[in-house]
């Protein structure tokens, strides 16, 4: 794990949007007093700091009081094109490998992101 967190240019990017179509707003709706978004990022900082919630411009206000409140950085760009959103932020932030999470897994398991980009750095993709 302590090499994971020595990298530079490697982001986590986490894609967050409040307006789902079948849940609006889940990814700030809260399990036991925390939002779904802080357990998550709260779980993927235990190996990796740079952690960074990229957000479509539709309603984003709620998402980036939640980042400003959680001293989280974050990145607001287009709503059609997610490629572009991810591609203007990892410019912003100098990031060269980027680590992509959706926003509503709050149970992901940090292992698996960890081995994937394990294997990732030592180019071991099959």
Known sequence: MGKLKEINNLNIIIQARFNSS???GKILKKINNKEVLLIMIERL???????I???????????IN????NKIKYFVGS?????KRYYDCATKFKTKIIVRIPSDCPLIDTKIVEKGMKLFLNKKYS
Do not use: A, E, G, T
Not at 66 to 69: D, G
Not at 79 to 83: A, E
């Open 22 to 24: 079948r849940l609006k």
């Open 45 to 51: 900082k235990k190996f990796r700091s740079n952690i």
């Open 53 to 63: 919630v990229n957000i479509s411009k539709k309603n984003p206000y709620k998402i």
């Open 66 to 69: 939640f980042c400003k409140r």
């Open 79 to 83: 709503d059609n094109n997610v490629l």
